[in-house]
């Protein structure tokens, strides 16, 4: 068994700053990319960020210059510091991971339960 457990959310004004994070336990051999989604009412769940095992980081247009991602491959962590938030930011925040449980097991997706971030004042 495998679990993403997400953290960090919260509610925060215009301007704020709050930093997610999420650590993956359980049967892990391998992880390759780790990522944040985030989903907002009404809308599909849309990809934030994404950090490969190597290689650059992406993001999508709207948070580059204010959104950071990175990990901590011994802790199978990845966190997102998310600066200078807007009300259009407000949104349930997942975190991905693609791993392998075991060597001989394919890679697959989890997810883990979403955190909430509201910005408003």
């Known amino acids: 068994q495998v679990q993403l457990v997400e953290s960090g959310g919260g509610l925060v004004q215009p301007g704020g700053s709050l930093r997610l994070s999420c650590a993956a336990s359980?049967?892990?051999?391998?992880?390759?990319?780790m990522g944040w989604y985030r989903q907002a009412p009404g809308k599909q769940r849309e990809l934030v960020a994404v950090?490969?095992?190597?290689?650059?980081?992406d993001y999508r247009d709207s948070v580059k210059g204010r959104f950071t991602i990175s990990r901590d491959n011994a802790k199978n962590t990845v966190y997102l510091q998310m600066n200078s938030l807007k009300p259009e930011d407000t949104a349930v925040y997942y975190c991905?991971?693609?791993?392998?449980?075991?060597?001989?097991?394919?890679?697959?997706?989890?997810w883990g339960q979403g955190t909430q971030v509201t910005v408003s004042s």
């Open positions: 991905n991971a693609e791993l392998r449980s075991f060597w001989s097991s394919p890679a697959r997706d989890y």
């Open positions: 359980g049967s892990i051999f391998s992880v390759n990319a």
């Open positions: 950090i490969p095992t190597g290689g650059r980081t």
